[in-house]
């Protein structure tokens, strides 16, 4: 194979693995598995949101917080926008939206919405999550600043 | 072609039509158009949410039911997060989010937020739908189910 | 190369770039960036909206509008669904959902749900839009027939 197919191939490749590791976090949260949220982090990866920075063992307890637990037993979607992708080499940034829905009486309310900075690393098995900066869109120029390039 | 690369191709391949399967679903419903979203479903497929099973036949019907007719006339989103995809050969899983936004007054509000499991077949004319199972993400276990592995 | 390759390459590139294209639409407007906004239009796109056209110098102004400055000091959101995306040599047409959550006390609402449509065209320095269409999902008809083929 070519240096050049290789070369196309791979960035192809790697938006993908990108865009479906994203796309697991959602699903992993709202079923309550902290394991397999915690398996999308590289091992030193942190996660980092309103004034909370969790490490990989803290987004594995994520999902027994108290707001978390509320969330699962009233009912929860975690749903994350297409993501906006750039890679450079064997890291990548990555940028989404998430909203968090909570069901309340006959409704879901949008109780986060947020922006989203994901910073990823290609491990040996896979491009796994380096940082995760979240941020309220509640007005907050420090939310703003996590859409910028 | 190499044997190798035909796979990797086809890898992004179907991963690419499977996503794009999947976003014709929204269109075709808050359009009113059930022919297009039945022509998702694999001829003997099913979709079934809350206590509703239908064969391709009933999705096509789908629209005229009076609570989708009721959602057109008020002015409704179908919107689908971007999926989780696992394939298996001429099988693959997906998962969604979906959520039902639906006018009302001055603003829209999310009727349903439902957890969404596609089962998908290739087929000579393409990937098609097989199974999809839809529930509400209202604190019942079984939704939650829908989003495990 | 061959072209058959070449061809099956370009066409997962093409989707991918456009996938990429639309995904940074949400963040360049809730960032406040109005040039990173219009960058995504051909010179002579535009972007038609409620009673509105704009050129891509238009765009970049859309950013300064009291109602946009007015979203950003609350707090918003502009989410976009995953688009479908039909590619026919060097024009496509996508067909995306979009959302405008705005920070509202407690919670966020959906103060905007639209259909839109993405005519897109292949410039020497990769894909713009040539002409979005958005129209909101409060019951017209005008607004679905942006969703159909």
């Known amino acids: ?5 290789e070369r196309r191939l791979r960035a192809l490749e790697d938006r993908a693995e990108i865009a479906e590791l994203i796309a697991r976090y959602g699903p992993a949260v709202d079923a309550g598995d902290g394991e397999r949220a915690a398996a999308l982090w590289a091992p030193e990866g942190t996660y980092q949101f309103d004034d909370t920075v969790l490490d990989a063992d803290g987004v594995r307890t994520l999902v027994h917080y108290d707001t978390h637990v509320e969330y699962m037993r009233r009912g929860c979607g975690h749903v994350l ?37 994901w910073e990823l690393r290609r ?9 995760r900066l979240n941020r309220l869109l509640d007005g907050a120029e420090a939310a703003r600043e996590l859409l910028s390039p």
């Open 1 to 5: 194979m070519s240096v050049e197919l």
């Open 81 to 117: 926008s297409a993501p906006r992708i750039e890679i450079d080499g064997d890291t990548a940034t990555a940028v989404t939206h998430s909203v968090v829905l909570v069901h309340d009486g006959d409704r879901w309310v949008a109780e986060r919405v947020s922006a989203n900075r």
């Open 123 to 131: 491990l040996p098995e896979g491009w796994r999550v380096q940082r």
